[in-house]
């Protein structure tokens, strides 16, 4: 069963730096481009970090310089370290999984991707 599980998520104060995990099961997952993606309440879900089969990483410019993207390939599992978040970073954030872009100019498109988990709350207060 092809299956994406997101956790960590919660209330976090801000400044904090919680850990999101995105555990895969039932697909190949070390050939899969791998994004998070977030959707803040009444707005568009958008890509936050995005990791390709080989490593190479996109962030949205909202993040970059606080998120990191990671992977461990031998678990099957997606990491987002989030750190510095403000009560703009609050939303449900997901996990999702698709098969090699062409460029990684797509990597934070959601249109690229075609597997996609739950979603984790994290919600920031002041």
């Known amino acids: 069963q092809v299956q994406l599980v997101e956790s960590?998520?919660?209330?976090?104060q801000a400044g904090g730096s919680p850990r999101l995990s995105c555990a895969a099961s039932g697909f190949t997952y070390s050939r899969y481009c791998m994004d998070w993606f977030r959707q803040a309440p009444g707005k568009e879900r958008e890509g936050?970090?995005?990791?390709?089969?080989?490593?190479s990483t996109?962030?949205?410019?909202?993040?970059?310089?606080?998120f990191t993207i990671s992977q461990d390939n031998a678990k099957y599992t997606l990491y987002l370290q989030m750190n510095r978040?403000?009560?703009?970073?609050?939303?449900?954030?997901y996990c999702a999984a698709?098969?090699?872009l062409a460029s990684i100019r797509y990597l934070l498109l959601t249109s690229a991707y075609n597997i996609w988990g739950?979603?984790?709350?994290?919600?920031?207060?002041?």
Request: hydrophobic letters at 30%.
């Open 8 to 12: 960590g998520g919660g209330p976090v």
């Open 48 to 55: 936050v970090a995005a990791i390709d089969s080989e490593g």
């Open 58 to 66: 996109s962030y949205a410019d909202s993040v970059k310089g606080r």
């Open 85 to 93: 978040l403000s009560a703009e970073d609050t939303g449900m954030y």
């Open 98 to 100: 698709g098969p090699p």
């Open 118 to 126: 739950q979603g984790t709350q994290v919600t920031v207060s002041s």
